[in-house]
């Protein structure tokens, strides 16, 4: 036997062996081996597919939300720059028309105040935040229930003020 056969051999207590010392060891069967490590990778395999998949549902989400980000932002762009011959105030609502020749202006007066005969195409009206962003007028009225969902949010997890855990 060689130096490095010997430095391969178990030399601590029989118990704690890596590989039957005894006889009455129980028998390892390659085959029995063979067939727990298959179940082990199946398993392992599956976990990880699993996974995996949680991980890719998630990357199609946010490239969604991505997406309607962008949206959204170039559309706010095209109603930052459209055309207006006054200053714009946050909080008020602004109209938007379209000319026959594509370009868009902001006006004070709706098509209600022409009659409903507008010298322009109406393309909406539009209320400007204090954070310069728009919100169409359809969307005015929308409750925005975000901060309820919050509060519940933390009364859940336990971290809601004392004074707001009465209500």
């Known amino acids: 036997m ?10 601590g207590d029989a118990r704690s062996s890596p590989y039957p010392m005894s006889r009455l060891a129980p028998a390892f069967q390659a085959p029995e081996l063979a067939d727990e490590v298959a179940r082990a990778e199946s398993m392992l395999s599956a976990r990880t597919s699993a996974k995996l998949r949680v991980i890719a549902d998630q990357i199609k989400a946010l490239q969604a939300e991505a997406h309607k980000v962008l949206d959204e932002a170039r559309d706010e762009q095209a109603l930052t720059h459209a055309e207006c011959a006054f200053k714009r105030i ?34 909406g009206s539009y209320r400007l935040e204090t954070d310069y962003s728009w919100t169409p007028a359809e969307r005015l009225d929308a409750t925005d229930d975000t901060g309820q969902v919050v509060q519940q949010l933390l009364h859940i997890g336990g971290l809601a003020a004392d004074d707001d855990r009465d209500t």
Not at 3 to 10: G, I
Not at 99 to 123: H, Q
């Open 2 to 11: 060689s130096d490095d056969d010997k430095a391969l051999l178990h030399r």
């Open 90 to 123: 946050p909080g008020k609502v602004y109209h938007l028309y379209r000319r026959a020749d594509g370009r868009t202006y902001f006006s004070m007066l709706s098509p209600a105040d022409w009659n409903d005969s507008p010298p322009d195409v109406f393309a």
